[in-house]
C-alpha cells in the first residue's frame, strides 16, 4: 500500500516503532513529544460501548480547521450529519474490527470546513487484543505529498471513505 502524504508515512513508522511486532501498542506508549512533528494534524478517538462509540479527546487545531469546527470532548456521532454517518464512520469501524491502520480520503464538502479534500491514517491502539483509540492523523490533500510505499501493501489498508 502507497501513501502518498510523506506526513502520514512518518506517522505510522513511528506507530510501527512503537508497536514493535505486537498486535497493538497502548495508546499510554505514546508520549506526546512523539507527535511533535504532527502538532495540529493529531487526533485522539476513544471507542467507547453503547450506541454513541466515537469519543473526540483530542482534535487538533489543524483538524478543527479542516472540520470547520472544535470536534474535542464530543462524540463524532453527534458532530456529523445522519446521512453520512454510515459512509464516514466506517473506517473507524473497519480499524477496530481488523486492528490494522486504516487510510482514507474523505471529500470534506459535508463539514464546511478549509479543505475539500482529506487524507486520513487511522492507527489503533488497545490491550493487544481490542481496540480502545484511535489516533488519527489528517492532512488536507496534497499537503507536502510524496510517494512512500511501506511494507509491500499487507499491513495497511486502505479505503475511499472518512
Not at 497502548?26 to 450506541?51: K, S, V
Not at 464530543?74 to 486504516?102: I, K, N, Q
Not at 505529498?145 to 479505503?159: I, T
Request: charged share 25%; net charge neutral.
Amino acid at each position: 500500500m502507497d501513501i502518498e502524504n510523506a506526513q502520514l508515512a512518518g506517522l505510522l513508522a513511528l506507530w510501527e516503532t512503537v508497536r514493535d511486532g505486537r498486535p497493538l501498542p497502548a495508546r499510554r506508549e505514546f508520549r506526546a513529544e512523539d507527535f511533535q512533528p504532527w502538532f495540529g494534524h493529531i487526533g485522539i478517538i476513544e471507542l467507547h460501548d453503547g450506541p454513541k462509540r466515537l469519543y473526540v479527546r483530542l482534535a487538533g487545531t489543524a483538524i478543527n480547521r479542516y472540520d470547520g469546527r472544535d470536534f474535542t470532548g464530543r462524540y463524532l456521532e453527534d458532530c456529523l450529519p445522519p446521512e453520512v454517518h454510515a459512509t464516514m464512520l466506517a473506517p473507524y469501524e473497519r480499524c477496530r474490527t481488523e486492528r490494522a491502520p486504516v487510510a482514507c480520503t474523505m471529500d470534506a464538502r459535508a463539514l464546511k470546513g478549509a479543505a475539500r479534500r482529506l487524507d486520513r491514517l487511522l492507527l489503533p491502539c488497545g490491550d493487544g487484543e481490542r481496540v480502545d483509540s484511535v489516533i488519527v492523523g489528517m492532512y488536507a490533500a496534497g499537503h507536502q505529498r510524496s510517494r512512500v510505499s511501506l511494507y509491500g501493501g499487507d499491513s495497511l489498508a486502505s479505503a475511499a471513505l472518512y
